[in-house]
């Protein structure tokens, strides 16, 4: 048994886990929690980590055809000859969830960093970082723009 790729349906990748589920397959379908700046202002989404696709672990001699023809289901990648997932990726992928939610790794800023400002009402505007603000996901930066100090949410702005 070894661990494939499987390229769904846009957004089919829990409908089509669950089928597979239903048939004692194991699948790892990890998703992942983004801040995004929806009508005003910052909500969590919740979001596939690999859109359009979902991890498997079966025997493809046994099971190939019966995953090929499931409900969602576009193909396998690697087709005719399906490609193996690496363990270590799994693993790896696996280690970093809990609930089936991915914790994105915090990126490593240091005072005086530059950086963009990737989503919001300031997105594409460049700052200096200044440092996290102490119990909360968000950070004190320097606006180049407009020479003035804001707080921000940490996760969106990006090491530049």
Request: glycine share 10%; charged share 25%; proline share 6%.
């Amino acid at each position: 048994m070894n661990w494939y790729a499987i390229y769904t349906k846009p957004g089919a990748e829990d409908s089509t886990g669950r089928l597979l589920n239903k048939c004692a397959i194991e699948i790892l379908n990890p998703g992942i929690v983004i801040k995004k700046y929806v009508r005003g202002k910052y909500s969590d989404i919740f979001e596939p980590l690999f859109p359009c696709y979902i991890f498997a672990l079966f025997d493809a001699e046994i099971h190939g055809h019966m995953i090929k023809y499931t409900r969602g289901v576009r193909y396998i990648v690697g087709k005719e000859n399906p490609l193996t997932v690496p363990p270590g990726i799994v693993d790896a992928i696996k280690k970093r969830m809990e609930g089936g939610i991915v914790r994105p790794e915090p990126e490593d800023l240091s005072h005086g960093d530059r950086v963009l400002i990737n989503e919001g009402p300031f997105r594409d505007f460049y700052g200096i970082f200044k440092g996290k603000i102490s119990g909360s996901e968000r950070a004190m930066i320097l606006l180049e723009a407009l020479h003035c100090r804001m707080d921000i949410d940490a996760r969106s702005i990006i090491k530049v």
